[in-house]
Structures are given as C-alpha cells and as structure tokens.
C-alpha cells in the first residue's frame, strides 16, 4: 500500500521554528510535495522536492532524504497567520498524488 | 488571471440524487484532478483527466461515480443517487502538465447529504 505518516498536532509560539516530519511509503517514487490549508480552504502549494537535501523558500525550507523514506517541512520566524494544516504528498507510481492525513499548526502569541 | 473555479460551493442533496461538481482549470491548464476530504482528513485521490480523455481513475468509487473533461466546457464529477457517506468537501486542482509539479487546487464545494 501507500501511505504517509506526519504528526496530527503541532503547537509553537510566535517566532519560533517548528519542524512537520513526514515518513512515506509508496510502491515507486518521484518527489515530495507539501502544502498547507486553512480552515478547510483551497490547498496551497508550498515546495516539492525530488532530489535529497534542503530546498529553501523564504520562511520555508522542505528537506527530502530519499535513503530514509523521509522529509519535513522547516518552518522558521512563525508567525500567527502560519495556523493552519500542513499536508505532505508524494508522487509514487502511477499519476497519483497520495496525501498524508496533514498536521494542524497551531501559533500562540 | 483567474484561478481554478469551482461550483457551486455548497450542495446539499437529498439521499437518491444526482450530485454535479463543476471545476474550470486555471487558463493555460490542460490536466485536471478531483480530490475528496473528509472532516480532519487528509485529500485522498479520485480522478486525474486531460481534455476528453480519463487518464487515472484508480481512486473513484466503482459505482455511482463518474468524472469528464470535455473539449468545451468544465471537468465535472458525477455522483449519481447520493449517500449520506458522500458528504465531504470535493476539491478540483488543475496543473499546465502532467508532470511532478505544482497543483492548483479550487476552493472546493461541500456536498451535504441529508
């Protein structure tokens, strides 16, 4: 089967750096993806990585280790408007984006 | 430049009928993909289509369920006799290929069925 395993909860305080790990297991795989939703709102595209390393976006850094089946999402300088869902996807065999059950942020002042 | 649209954005249905999601692509977007989340659920993968052709269905239903792309028009995904199991939040992305890259998801329409 297929499936990605992240944290269902995370807690932070305002300007402080959280990490979102995710293990996958896919029959096949190219990449992972993450994204982040509010409130139940159109998913957003944060990063993709397919090769190992870390790739950064501003606030944001995604980090793949393809040896481990594992990647997390590096999130620096939180801010309150980061409260939201964060969801891990990889594309594994197939045209298929498979999504992990997503990690709620939640940021305290 | 508009974004994915999707409609309606709420629909709520009696057990029985017919349920019609439409999605239009972002402009320039030729691959479109359905998406159902349930409540604290992650988006589990239903349907993956270019224009007038289904490329992956390995995620819809066998029964009841049926998606198209036409050559004029928006994606829609048919669910046909609604079950109060349906309800959950339908969410369409749409992407320029069908390459490992971005998706751009719509705001979703919420089934409900009573």
């Known amino acids: 089967g297929q499936s990605l395993e992240q944290p269902s909860e995370v807690t932070a305080v305002e300007g402080a750096i959280v990490q979102i790990n995710c293990t996958y297991q896919t029959s096949g795989f190219y990449g992972l993806s993450w994204y982040q939703q509010h409130d139940g709102g159109a998913p957003t595209f944060l990063s993709y990585n397919a090769l190992d390393g870390l790739e950064e976006t501003g606030r944001f850094s995604s980090f793949l280790s393809r040896s481990d089946s594992y990647g997390y999402l590096l999130l620096q300088e939180l801010q309150m408007k980061d409260s939201a869902s964060y969801f891990c996807a990889a594309w594994g065999a197939g045209t298929a984006l498979i999504f992990g059950k997503g990690t709620t942020l939640s940021v305290s002042s | 430049n508009a974004g994915v649209m999707q409609n309606p954005r709420h629909l709520v249905r009696r057990r029985g009928q017919e349920a019609r999601l439409r999605c239009s692509p972002m402009k320039g977007h030729s691959h479109v993909y359905w998406y159902r989340q349930l409540p604290e659920e992650g988006l589990k993968f239903m349907v993956y289509?270019?224009?007038?052709?289904?490329?992956?269905e390995s995620g819809m239903p066998k029964e009841r369920f049926s998606a198209e792309f036409p050559k004029e028009g928006p994606s829609i995904l048919r669910i046909q006799q609604v079950v109060r199991g349906d309800s959950a939040a339908y969410f369409c992305a749409s992407s320029p290929t069908g390459s490992y890259n971005e998706q751009f998801f719509g705001p979703g329409t919420r089934l409900t069925v009573l």
């Open positions: 289509l270019q224009k007038e052709n289904i490329i992956d």
